[in-house]
């Protein structure tokens, strides 16, 4: 079961209920449950979506798109039904982050999505959480029935006249599918492959109809932000980037743990003072700031804000908040091979860049890896990289070639000791164990 | 009552199905979960579990596979009673991952995607199960074991052997 941490400078807005029992729907009302969607109903679409502008909330699956402008893109009047879509398919590697809103506050994601429904207008909604988490789903069909027991849910919501329902869905393994448009070709019920865009799936998305797909925790920050106002939530944040976010710190860190923290907190003060520093008084050697298909950041590198903003002129992103500590005995050509292997495994092979780039860049780096480079494969690998970004349906080739590009740049020396048969660290995992792998 | 006759699954199952399907604006939505709750209940995704699936749902026994093949977790071969998934991604193997999936592998004397002769457990190192911050980590079925050491590791599989193990289905 996963532990709660817990630090001064953390500001406990999603995470307010953890540990509380707030998985009992009682608790829940008792903990102001439900109240952000009875004032959402009084105050109507507009204000929810004037509410969400003003607090800055920007997309938490990694994108980081304004919630309150993605609302806005729907159209308000559709021939088809409009469906509200949770992406709870929590896959990037380095992120747990949802799994602990789905275990401590299951309603949260259920009143946030009801919010949105009501935003938006739409009737439906849907919550799809990855396969791997089936203790997980339980506890958000507990919630979701309970929901429907107290008349919250079905026919005239809170006496407003509108209906809203609410349906869970299981994935059963794939990282893919936590792209918007592979999700919804997933909850369809075919292979969990892109669509291209536009039309963007405001417009025309699940089953064909105006569709707003947002993160599990995006939603589950929705109730909060009306109970407290746009303005003050955004104020807790940084410049464009408002609100708190919760944060996996993950890896060689001496606390490892999920911790909410206001947008723009410094990555070294998370790494050092919240997560209590590199485990076992070693040195840092690098950090995975946003989930693996962040570029890479150096020790040196690490003196920036957590926010999209900063994170994005750092090279690198914010993406899904799972921070992955390396401490200096991690080879990363190793690290590097690893990565890219997840990335082959999961490409879903529609596009030829991502699929044959990804199997490229595998089967070179373990060529690397066992001693067998040749002087040019670090050169290829950026060329292959370089030649992926951009030129895909999804991001998922993006996300492939964007960490293996911070490795081979940053971390040049390291491939070319292995290439030119000088090995550097302390091997992990041997050779075979990679290769035989998938 | 089923709308199928002689189906193959549980009279509850059968029953989940016939309401799964009535949840959805489109039939076929339910293919994915009912897949995987199929497996659950015959242990793998058998011939017959594709055809009663693509009779529920209107589909082509090509359709249904189709799917079938795309997803990971869903398999067209028995594993053990007790399925060991090992993340060895990169917050596990920071921590250890590739030693637990060793230790397993020595355990249990069967390699990735393998099962024991007496069909209780079977093995399988698994991409990131989203427990990165309280790595190692692995599933048993669908029950998360986490912080583990090769200690931990060993009473979670004998309490599974004595079939004492949590089994969430």
Redesign the interface.
């Known amino acids: ?3 709660l941490v817990s630090h001064p400078d953390e500001v406990k807005v999603i995470s307010r209920r953890f540990g509380q029992g707030a998985a009992d729907i009682d608790r829940y009302l008792e903990l102001d449950g439900y109240k952000a969607v009875q004032k959402a109903i009084a105050e109507g679409p507009d204000w929810i979506i004037n509410v969400m502008k003003a607090s800055g909330l920007r997309g938490r699956g990694g994108a980081g798109f304004p919630t309150g402008l993605k609302w806005s893109f729907v159209p308000k009047q559709s021939e088809k ?1 409009k469906y509200v879509l949770v992406n709870g398919d ?7 982050k ?2 602990v809103i789905f275990l401590h506050d299951p309603h949260a994601i259920v009143e946030g999505t009801m919010i949105a429904g009501l935003a938006i207008g739409a009737k ?1 909604g849907f919550i799809y959480l ?6 997980l789903l ?1 506890i958000v069909e507990k919630a979701v029935a309970d929901a429907y027991a107290k008349g919250f849910l079905g026919k005239n919501i809170f006496g407003s006249g509108i209906d809203f329902d609410i ?1 869970t ?7 893919e599918v936590g792209e918007e448009s592979a999700l919804m070709e ?7 492959v892109p669509r291209i865009k536009p039309p963007f799936p405001a417009v025309v998305g699940l ?1 064909g109809g105006p569709t707003v797909i947002n993160n599990a925790e995006t939603i589950a920050s929705v109730p909060h932000i009306l109970l407290m106002g746009g303005e003050e939530y955004a104020k807790i944040g940084s410049e464009r980037n408002g609100g708190t976010r919760l944060f ?5 860190v001496e606390r ?3 911790y909410e923290l206001p947008m723009g907190y410094n990555l070294k003060k998370a790494i050092y003072d919240v997560a209590g520093g590199i485990k076992d008084g070693k040195k840092l050697k690098a950090v ?1 700031p946003g989930g ?1 298909s962040c570029p890479v950041l150096l020790p040196e590198e690490i003196d920036v804000g957590l926010d999209f903003d900063q994170m994005g002129k750092a090279g690198t992103m914010l993406g899904s908040g ?1 921070i ?3 401490d200096e005995t ?1 080879s990363i050509v190793e ?1 590097a091979l ?2 890219i292997s ?1 990335y082959q ?2 490409s ?1 092979g529609w596009c030829i860049p991502c699929r044959e780039g990804t199997d490229w860049i595998k089967k070179t780096m373990t060529r690397i890896y066992n001693g067998g480079g040749n002087k040019k494969d670090a050169a290829n690998i950026q060329y292959l990289a370089e030649n992926m970004m951009g030129r895909t349906f999804c991001p998922l080739g993006d996300a492939a070639a964007m960490p293996t590009l911070g490795f081979i740049k940053k971390f040049r020396k390291e491939f070319e000791e292995y290439i030119e048969g000088n090995k550097a660290g302390t091997p ?2 041997t050779v075979q ?1 990679l290769v ?2 998938h | 009552m089923s709308t199928i006759t002689n189906s193959i699954f549980t009279p509850e199952t059968a029953a989940r199905f016939d309401h799964l399907v009535t ?4 039939k ?6 009912m ?2 709750y199929a497996q659950d209940e015959v242990g793998y995704v058998s011939d017959a579990v594709v055809a009663e699936i693509a009779q529920r ?1 209107d589909l082509l026994e090509l359709d249904v596979r ?2 079938l093949s ?5 398999r067209t071969k028995p594993a053990g009673r007790y399925n060991v998934q090992v993340c ?4 596990c ?4 991952g ?1 030693e637990i ?2 230790h397993c592998k020595h355990k249990l004397g069967i ?2 995607k393998e099962v024991t002769a007496d069909g209780v457990f079977s093995l399988e ?1 698994v ?9 190692p980590a692995m ?1 048993v079925n ?3 074991h ?2 583990l050491t090769t200690v931990k590791v060993d009473e979670i599989i004998e309490t599974y052997r004595a079939g004492k193990g949590k089994d ?2």
């Open positions: 079961m996963p532990t039904p929590e896959s990037e590697p380095g992120t747990c949802d799994h439906m990855r396969g791997e988490y089936r203790y339980k349906v869905q299981s994935g059963a393994g794939a990282y997933s909850l369809e019920g075919k292979r969990g089953y996996g710190i993950s890896g060689h490892p743990g999920v995975v693996s799972g992955v500590v390396l991690v690290f690893r990565t997840f495994h999961e879903c992990i995992i164990q035989g792998a | 949840l959805y604006p489109v076929r939505s339910a293919l994915v979960p897949l995987l749902l189709n799917v795309y997803y990971s977790m869903l060895t991604n990169i917050s193997m920071l921590r250890g590739y999936l060793d390699g990735h190192e991409e990131c199960i989203g427990a990165c911050c309280w790595a599933q669908y029950d998360f986490d912080n969430v289905k």
